[in-house]
T-cell receptor
Framework: NAGVTQTPKFQVLKTGQSMTLQCAQD?????MYWYRQDPGMGLRLIYY???????DKGEVPNGYNVSRLNKREFSLRLESAAPSQTSVYFC???????????FGSGTQLSVL | SQKIEQNSEALNIQEGKTATLTCNYT??????LQWYRQDPGRGPVFLLL???NEKEKRKERLKVTFDTTLKQSLFHITASQPADSATYLC???????????WGAGTKLIIKP
């Protein structure tokens, strides 16, 4: 059971560089999410997608873009990375009853 | 604004004792609360969901209570084991965008 697969696991960027974080789930879930986790803070929602073809902003969307490529895949793009985007990023999908989230293993991103 | 508070200090418990973690929320009465476990370098893993009309929920050695008057949920691990050492997160649905709001988590350390 793969669940939610996230790549890469680690990434170091220079300020101004761009990158895309990839996420795929094999549970046939409609809803998918991107969160960031910073020390001493709760998970903060960046963007979410309630279904294929739709995306919505979360609490902290500035500096990010997303693409819901199909039902399985939801990618997060940093167009011009900034040091403030240094964080751990998690992708998650949600079961149909909205009772639980399934998380990927995370991407540790450092922007120098 | 809605907020979830969890004790930021690590909780040290002797093996075999009961560990109790607290989740307090403000300004809103959520329909349910979720609890997750997070190990270092991993994504959160769902443990339990408790609804507002449920006073208590159990799963093996885990017990969650939900007091809507105190605006508090308690998470208990009985007969604690070193393998229970992890960070435990609570979350509830926001009434503004129906997405989860997360506490920062409490680190639990079970000493042999």
């Amino acid at each position: 059971n793969a669940g939610v697969t996230q790549t890469p696991k680690f990434q170091v960027l220079k300020t101004g560089q761009s990158m895309t974080l990839q996420c795929a789930q094999d549970m046939n879930h409609n809803s998918m999410y991107w969160y960031r986790q910073d020390p001493g803070m709760g998970l903060r929602l960046i963007y979410y997608s309630a279904s294929e073809g739709t995306t919505d902003k979360g609490e902290v969307p500035n500096g990010y873009n997303v693409s819901r490529l199909n039902k399985r895949e939801f990618s997060l793009r940093l167009e011009s990375a900034a040091p403030s985007q240094t964080s751990v990023y998690f992708c998650a999908s949600e079961n149909r009853g909205r009772e639980k989230l399934f998380f990927g293993s995370g991407t540790q991103l450092s922007v120098l | 604004s809605q907020k979830i508070e969890q004790n930021s200090e690590a909780l040290n418990i002797q093996e075999g004792k009961t560990a109790t973690l607290t989740c307090n929320y403000t300004n809103y009465s959520p329909a349910y609360l979720q609890w997750y476990r997070q190990d270092p370098g991993r994504g959160p893993v769902f443990l339990l969901l408790i609804r507002e009309n449920e006073k208590e929920k159990r799963k093996e050695r885990l017990k969650v209570t939900f007091d809507t008057t105190l605006k508090q949920s308690l998470f208990h691990i009985t007969a604690s084991q070193p393998a229970d050492s992890a960070t435990y997160l609570c979350a509830h649905i926001s009434d503004s965008n129906y997405q989860l709001i997360w506490g920062a988590g409490t680190k639990l350390i079970i000493k042999p």
